[in-house]
T-cell receptor, first 114, second 112 residues
Framework: SQTIHQWPATLVQPVGSPLSLECTVEGTSNPNLYWYRQAAGRGLQLLFYSVGIGQISSEVPQNLSASRPQDRQFILSSKKLLLSDSGFYLC?????????????FGDGTRLSIL | SQKIEQNSEALNIQEGKTATLTCNYTNYSPAYLQWYRQDPGRGPVFLLLIRENEKEKRKERLKVTFDTTLKQSLFHITASQPADSATYLCALLSGGYNKLIFGAGTRLAVHP
């Protein structure tokens, strides 16, 4: 069966520090991968998606970047964190076959910027 | 651009009753609509998908309807239980690559 792992679960970082959140998927090949941010009481905002190794599309301009160095690995990064980067970050995957596919989420990273 | 509206107020119901949650969208009708459940501090979990040519979809105690004329989906949980307490999110297809737009969700609280 397929599984998705995100780490760390919780992270507290000072303003201006770098960031690296990692997400890995097991049990599937060529998945579509997604990074979301969820503010308290708000919906999920799609940040990046990827349909293959090295292929990254950004949905909103921001202080973050994403990379996909391997088929089942998706990384969210920042060189210098801002206070506004605080939030709940979720990684998800879906089968890359067609668009009638559900997304499967990790358990997220709670990021607090001090 | 597509916009999704879910009731931001929490829905409180008594155990055993049917819970009904609403998802309204604007602009174009999507090819399909999905419902997810999210527990506090966890990622959303997929529940049901309904296509535009389907009026109704069922899975155990869950039922989803899709009215493309009203631009609305209703999500029903029959014989609700306290374990059904969670936030329920509605999501629509947005462009290619299976991208989704999510509503903010409605929190359901089922009381014993």
């Amino acid at each position: 069966s397929q599984t998705i792992h995100q780490w760390p679960a919780t992270l507290v970082q000072p303003v201006g520090s770098p960031l690296s959140l990692e997400c890995t998927v097991e049990g599937t090949s060529n998945p579509n991968l997604y990074w979301y941010r969820q503010a308290a009481g708000r919906g999920l905002q799609l940040l990046f998606y990827s349909v293959g190794i090295g292929q990254i599309s950004s949905e909103v301009p921001q202080n973050l970047s994403a990379s996909r160095p391997q088929d089942r690995q998706f990384i969210l990064s920042s060189k210098k964190l801002l206070l506004s980067d605080s939030g709940f970050y979720l990684c998800a995957w879906s089968a890359g076959l067609n668009s009638n596919q559900p997304q499967h989420f990790g358990d997220g990273t709670r990021l607090s910027i001090l | 651009s597509q916009k999704i509206e879910q009731n931001s107020e929490a829905l409180n119901i008594q155990e055993g009753k049917t819970a009904t949650l609403t998802c309204n969208y604007t602009n174009y009708s999507p090819a399909y609509l999905q419902w997810y459940r999210q527990d506090p501090g966890r990622g959303p979990v997929f529940l049901l998908l309904i296509r535009e040519n389907e009026k109704e979809k069922r899975k155990e105690r869950l039922k989803v309807t899709f009215d493309t004329t009203l631009k609305q989906s209703l999500f029903h949980i029959t014989a609700s239980q306290p374990a059904d307490s969670a936030t329920y999110l509605c999501a629509l297809l947005s462009g290619g690559y299976n991208k989704l737009i999510f509503g903010a969700g409605t929190r359901l609280a089922v009381h014993p």
